[in-house]
């Protein structure tokens, strides 16, 4: 089954504890994202990634990083977690159809930063 | 920039009731535009899509219209379920790679 998943699905943690959220495709996407979810604000885009080790600043990267070294994987990095960085988080990956990027989420991550 | 705006919810109707979600955008160049569903607990589905003006995207009974003239792309169904309860986006694909921007989400509660 074609699918992205993540994992964890939920986590509590504390302020400044390093947190690693993983995210994987098996459809051989080139483009992967990362989004967080808040209420009121739709969904805004993280960090992208065109192909294997190429990344790209989305809209609001601040206090996350990302790697890409192997095609299916694209692990979203909290190196200092803050509380204003609670939220839900999606990875999604994508390819061209027919000259148009149709985006495949993953089920979330519901993070909680105490 | 590229921007998308859709409408309020949460929007409540009754079963077999007429659903219209409004959906404006602003975009340089020739965007692709989607409508994405997301039940309760899960992920972002693509419903339907339209890649260029005049496109009706369809599916399930949903249907949007890409008008360039009005900048728009709302959602209708003729006869909405209990289970079409679900929050909807409105979304844009432009740029490098389609970058994709999305409105806010509007909540439908559907009742029996």
């Known amino acids: 089954e074609a699918q992205v998943t993540q994992n964890p699905r939920y986590l509590i943690t504390v302020t400044g504890k390093k947190l690693t959220v993983t995210c994987s495709q098996n459809m051989n996407h080139e483009y992967m994202s990362w989004y967080r979810q808040d209420p009121g604000l739709g969904l805004r885009q993280i960090y992208y990634s065109m192909n294997v080790e190429v990344t790209d600043k989305g809209d609001v990267p601040e206090g996350y990083k990302v790697s890409r070294k192997e095609k299916r994987n694209f692990p979203l990095i909290l190196e200092s977690p803050s509380p204003n960085q609670t939220s839900l988080y999606f990875c999604a990956s994508s390819q061209s159809v027919a000259g148009t990027y149709e985006q495949y989420f993953g089920p979330g991550t519901r993070l909680t930063v105490t | 920039g590229n921007s998308v705006t859709q409408m309020e919810g949460p929007v409540t109707l009754s079963e077999e009731a007429f659903l219209t979600i409004n959906c404006t955008y602003t975009a340089t160049g020739y965007p692709s535009l989607f409508w994405y569903v997301q039940y309760p607990g899960e992920g972002l589905q693509l419903l339907l899509k339209a890649t260029k003006a005049d496109d009706k995207g369809s599916n399930k009974g949903f249907e949007a219209t890409y008008r360039k003239e009005t900048t728009s792309f709302h959602l209708e169904k003729g006869s909405v379920q209990v289970s079409d309860s679900a929050v909807y986006f409105c979304?844009?694909?432009?740029?490098?790679?389609?970058?994709?921007?999305f409105g806010s989400g509007t909540k439908l509660n559907v009742k029996p």
């Open positions: 979304a844009l694909a432009a740029g490098n790679f389609n970058k994709f921007y």
